[in-house]
């Protein structure tokens, strides 16, 4: 039991991680205008929850400690190991690490950060030109940004579920969401029509399924 304990407590470390990954996010994503700095600190908001369960004080397992000793007593809930929930309840209870739950949260983590990535120098450019971006990703979706972050607090919330970023998620994507339009808003009055045609021609989240003949049309 006290080594359990002796996981957690860990705020030091609970807030170079936060601190790591949200510069990280930063780096990659820039924020400018009001909307990209609201949509970061939600972002920023979320990371640091997670974190200070993580390392901190294991929140979820402690109010759920009762009935997951009680259906699961053979783990061990306070170790560190068993943040890991998804994990452990499907039963890859050797090495957390290397389950298909923390797997694909890399996966979607590095997709999200590598989305981010690619979308910022468009953007950056369009900017300082004044007009719409409509290169690389954004000839694919309106709001890749917003999608890098739905993508990469998936990956958290695969690899580390607690109770506050379960609530926290659907709020967040909401909020995205809304930013999205507030945004979209923004430009139709900058832009007019340009904007409008653009809207018309690229959806806002998933990107529409390429059709063969497109692709032949484009080699022509």
């Known amino acids: 039991m006290h080594e359990s304990q002796g996981e957690y407590g860990l705020w030091l470390l609970a807030a170079i991680n936060a601190a790591f990954f949200i510069f990280f996010a930063w780096s990659f994503y820039k924020p400018l205008t009001r909307w990209d700095w609201r949509g970061f600190g939600m972002f920023s908001a979320f990371v640091v929850a997670l974190f200070a369960e993580m390392y901190g004080f294991p929140l979820t397992l402690y109010l759920l400690s009762g009935w997951l000793s009680a259906t699961y007593p053979q783990v061990d809930w306070l170790s560190h190991d068993a943040g890991h929930l998804l994990e452990m309840w499907f039963g890859w209870r050797a090495n957390p690490h290397f389950g298909p739950f923390h797997l694909a949260s890399f996966v979607l983590m590095g997709g999200g950060f590598w989305l981010l990535a690619s979308a910022w120098p468009i953007l950056y450019q369009a900017q ?93």
């Open 128 to 220: 300082r030109e004044g007009r719409v971006a409509r290169e690389g990703i954004y000839a694919r979706i309106r709001h890749p940004q917003y999608v890098a972050f739905a993508l990469v607090l998936t990956g958290f919330l695969l690899q580390w579920p607690t109770l506050i970023t379960i609530i926290f998620y659907p709020v967040l994507l909401w909020a995205y969401a809304r930013l999205a339009r507030r945004e979209e808003r923004d430009s139709l009055a900058r832009f007019g029509d340009d904007y409008a045609r653009y809207m018309r021609e690229v959806p806002a989240f998933l990107p529409r399924r390429r059709r063969a003949h497109d692709s032949h049309e484009g080699e022509l």
